[in-house]
Nanobody, 122 residues
Framework: QVQLVESGGGLVQPGGSLRLSCAAS????????MGWYRQAPGKERELVAR???????NYAESVKGRFTISRDNANNTVSLQMDSLKPEDTAVYYC????????????????WGQGTQVTVSS
């Protein structure tokens, strides 16, 4: 009932920048949270950054000061600006959202994107 379409991954040299974007569509009444997680080979999926509909943000310690999350509530999109990228940022990045559906307003549901590869290498 909700689709997440991600874009913006790719290969970048250390110190470079990338911008990830994610658009949510479907039977959405409201969005509580949008964010990004990542998973590197052999590691568990971890939170990178998230933003609530209030604008409150959370960042992983490892990306604070380098990554910036932003959200366009009118278009149900979230973006992640990644600067000063490091090789350890290499991972598959997943868009995440927690929404209230038009057809089920009594609770919220979580959805994940397909993931986009980010590789930081010289």
């Amino acid at each position: 009932q909700v689709q997440l379409v991600e874009s913006g991954g790719g290969l970048v040299q250390p110190g470079g920048s990338l911008r990830l974007s994610c658009a949510a569509s479907g039977s959405i009444l409201s969005i509580n949270v949008m964010g990004w997680y990542r998973q590197a080979p052999g590691k568990e999926r971890e939170l990178v950054a998230r933003i609530r509909n209030s604008g409150l943000t959370n960042y992983a310690e490892s990306v604070k000061g380098r990554f910036t999350i932003s959200r366009d509530n009118a278009n149900n999109t979230v973006s992640l600006q990644m600067d000063s990228l490091k090789p350890e940022d290499t991972a598959v990045y997943y868009c995440y959202t927690e929404v209230v559906l038009q057809t089920a307003t009594f609770t919220s549901f979580q959805y994940w994107g397909q993931g986009t590869q980010v590789t930081v290498s010289s």
